[in-house]
């Protein structure tokens, strides 16, 4: 009982560990993906407001940025990209950021890599002129990141299964501790748990009537030694095999049995 208490609190703490780091993980991957998202609306306005004010000349001075930018005509052509030559991207009118900027202001996709390493954010914004200048930035994908935290998950388990290990163990062996100090012979007198009480209450019982039971037999028994002792018939009681269980001393008598034998 002590082991299988020990195992079922053991794999029902790293069961909830792992349940609790995934969904951890998972709500924290959808704060940062919103957090990342704000950042590139505030960012793209102030790089729209700078494109109004000084046109090109303001994307080709930017010497560093944290998102890749691009700034395309109405018609879906990059007239300018921060990471690729723009006359060697193909036409984005169809992309669905851009496709929602020239329809509603602004407009927000996100796309999976074929590695399944990193996500990229798409945010679009659809400027006076109907031009629209999208920000993209990329972010580690949920399986990437569970992957980078591989080591001290690890670390994390085990000192969470070392812990669990040690306290499963002497809680288990604290409830089982009364159960093993039960006297079956008074069990009505154990001090353990309540909810055992009607199952202790019918095992005294049941002692009870055993005893009443064995006293019965016993007085019967002596009654019946009293009547064959007395009797001047000799008497022999066998089983089915003819084997002699008992006998009176009538029968030894008439038989001259030797009482030091056994017969």
């Not at 723009?86 to 890599?113: C, F, L, P, T, Y």
């Not at 659809?126 to 670390?155: E, I, K």
């Not at 299964?161 to 154990?190: N, Q, W």
């Not at 089983?239 to 038989?255: E, G, H, P, T, V």
């Given at each position: 009982?002590?082991?299988?208490?020990?195992?079922?609190?053991?794999t029902v703490v790293i069961l909830s560990l792992l349940?609790?780091?995934?969904?951890?993980?998972?709500?924290?991957?959808?704060?940062?993906?919103?957090?990342?998202?704000?950042?590139?609306?505030?960012?793209?306005?102030?790089?729209?407001?700078?494109?109004?004010?000084?046109?090109?000349?303001?994307?080709?001075?930017?010497?560093?940025?944290?998102?890749?930018?691009?700034?395309?005509?109405?018609?879906?052509?990059?007239?300018?990209?921060?990471?690729?030559?723009?006359?060697?991207?193909?036409?984005?009118?169809?992309?669905?950021?851009?496709?929602?900027?020239?329809?509603?202001?602004?407009?927000?996709?996100?796309?999976?890599?074929?590695?399944?390493?990193?996500?990229?954010?798409?945010?679009?914004?659809?400027?006076?002129?109907?031009?629209?200048?999208?920000?993209?930035?990329?972010?580690?994908?949920?399986?990437?990141?569970?992957?980078?935290?591989?080591?001290?998950?690890?670390?994390?388990?085990?000192?969470?299964?070392?812990?669990?290990?040690?306290?499963?163990?002497?809680?288990?062996?604290?409830?089982?501790?009364?159960?093993?100090?039960?006297?079956?012979?008074?069990?009505?007198?154990?001090?353990?748990?309540?909810?055992?009480?009607?199952?202790?209450?019918?095992?005294?019982?049941?002692?009870?009537?055993?005893?009443?039971?064995?006293?019965?037999?016993?007085?019967?028994?002596?009654?019946?030694?009293?009547?064959?002792?007395?009797?001047?018939?000799?008497?022999?009681?066998?089983?089915?095999?003819?084997?002699?269980?008992?006998?009176?001393?009538?029968?030894?008598?008439?038989?001259?049995?030797?009482?030091?034998?056994?017969?």
């Amino acid at each position: 009982m002590t082991k299988r208490i020990f195992l079922s609190t053991v794999t029902v703490v790293i069961l909830s560990l792992l349940f609790s780091i995934l969904l951890i993980t998972g709500v924290l991957y959808e704060h940062f993906e919103k957090v990342r998202l704000n950042e590139l609306e505030t960012t793209a306005s102030f790089v729209s407001e700078s494109v109004e004010q000084n046109g090109l000349s303001y994307l080709e001075d930017l010497t560093d940025s944290s998102y890749r930018i691009t700034w395309i005509a109405a018609d879906g052509t990059a007239q300018y990209d921060s990471v690729q030559d723009a006359s060697e991207i193909e036409n984005h009118a169809d992309r669905e950021e851009v496709r929602d900027a020239m329809e509603n202001q602004s407009g927000v996709s996100m796309r999976k890599s074929s590695t399944l390493s990193e996500n990229t954010i798409y945010y679009a914004m659809r400027l006076p002129d109907n031009t629209v200048l999208r920000l993209s930035s990329a972010q580690s994908s949920v399986l990437f990141l569970l992957g980078g935290m591989l080591t001290p998950f690890c670390f994390i388990l085990l000192a969470a299964c070392t812990l669990a290990g040690i306290l499963s163990y002497r809680v288990s062996k604290k409830i089982v501790r009364p159960l093993s100090e039960i006297d079956l012979k008074y069990p009505e007198k154990a001090d353990t748990y309540d909810e055992l009480s009607p199952f202790l209450q019918r095992i005294a019982a049941q002692n009870r009537e055993i005893t009443r039971k064995i006293d019965e037999i016993q007085k019967q028994q002596r009654e019946f030694s009293m009547i064959t002792e007395n009797m001047s018939e000799g008497l022999f009681m066998v089983d089915r095999d003819y084997q002699i269980l008992s006998y009176n001393k009538s029968a030894m008598q008439i038989f001259s049995m030797d009482p030091n034998v056994t017969y």
